[in-house]
C-alpha cells in the first residue's frame, strides 16, 4: 500500500472514532489497571501470536515504566479511558520514565514508549520522557509504518518524538520539547491539527529532519499551532521550525497558526561549516508571511 493511501485510511478510521467518551474496555480487551494486569508492558508481553487485532485498555493512572512494543503478527490498538476521545487535554492515563543517552546505547533505547510493529494505533494516552535537559531522551519512538496517534500528549525535551519508519499519523495531538523534538529519517509522517509546545530556551528547532537522498521521507504538518508550552514564558524568536539534521531534509507547515516564539528567518541551518542545506526542501506559512527554502 502506498504511504497516501495509507494515511487516508488513517484519516478515515480517526474521524470515525474520535467521539463522545471511553470509559469501558472493548469486548475482549487486555485491560491494564484494576484489570487482569498491573503495567502496560504486562498486557503487551500478554498478546497472542495472531493475525487477528488485539486491544489493550488502559485504566485512569499514572504508569511508571518503559513499554516496548515489538513486532507483532496482527494490528494493535491501545486505548486510554477518557470523558472525551477528541481532546488530549482529557487524557488520564500517562506513561512516564526518564531514560536518557546519557545511559543508554542508542536515542531508540530512551524512548518512553517504544513501537516497532505495523498496523498500530494509540488513542488518548500521555506519553513523558521526565529527563529533561541535558541529552536526548525520547517520550516515542515509532519505528514502523502504518502507525496512527490520536489525542496523544507527548512531552520531552530533546528528540521528543522519533518519527523514523514508514507511513504515520498523529492527529490532534499535542507535543513538546526544545531540541530537534521531532525529528526521524524515512517515516513519511502527517501532522493533522497538532499542537506544539516549545520550552524556554535561547534558541531551539522544532524539526530536524534525517532525509537522506534515497528515501520519500517528509513531514508534513497541517493546520498546527506552536506557541510557548502552557504556563510557560518563551522569548520572540528563539525558536526555528527547524533545522536540516540530514542533506535533503523535507519540511512543511501549512494553513499553520504560528505565534511570535517563531524566528522571522523560519529556518535554521544544522551548524557553521556543516549548514546541509544543499538539497534541503523546507517551507512553512504564517499569517503575515511565507518561508521557504530549496535547493
Known sequence: MK??????????????????????????????????YATIQAAVNALKSTSQEQIIF???????EQVTVNK?????????????????????????????????????????LRVETTNFKLYNVNVVNSYGSGSQALALSANNGNQGYYACSFK???????AETGAQLFSACYIEGA???????????????????VLPASIGY??????????????????????????????????????????YARV????????????SAGWHIWNTGDE????????GIRELGSWSIRH
Open 276 to 283: 546541509r542545506t544543499d538539497h534541503v526542501s523546507l517551507g
Open 156 to 162: 520531552g525535551f530533546q528528540d521528543t518524538v522519533l
Open 206 to 247: 522544532v524539526t530536524a529532519s534525517g532525509r537522506s537522498s534515497n528515501t520519500s521521507s517528509y513531514y508534513v504538518f497541517n493546520q498546527a499551532t506552536i506557541a510557548a508550552a502552557p504556563g510557560k514564558t518563551v522569548t520572540s524568536g528563539a525558536y526555528y521550525l527547524g533545522r536540516p539534521w540530514g542533506d
Open 3 to 36: 504511504p497516501h493511501t495509507i494515511l487516508a485510511a488513517l484519516f478515515s478510521f480517526a474521524a470515525r472514532t474520535l467521539a463522545a467518551s471511553r470509559t469501558t474496555p472493548p469486548a475482549g480487551a487486555l485491560v491494564v489497571g484494576s484489570g487482569n
Open 72 to 112: 507483532l503478527a496482527g494490528p494493535l490498538t491501545i486505548y486510554g479511558y477518557t470523558q472525551n476521545t477528541a481532546l488530549y487535554s482529557s487524557n488520564v492515563v500517562t506513561i512516564t520514565s526518564a531514560h536518557s543517552l546519557a545511559n543508554e546505547p542508542s536515542d531508540d533505547a530512551t524512548g518512553t
Open 58 to 64: 488502559i485504566n485512569p493512572g499514572t504508569y511508571n
Open 252 to 263: 512543511a507547515f501549512q494553513s499553520s497558526s504560528l505565534s511570535s516564539v517563531i524566528n
Open 179 to 197: 531540541t530537534d523534538f521531532i525529528f526521524g529519517q524515512s517515516a513519511t509522517a502527517w501532522f493533522e491539527k497538532c499542537s506544539i509546545g
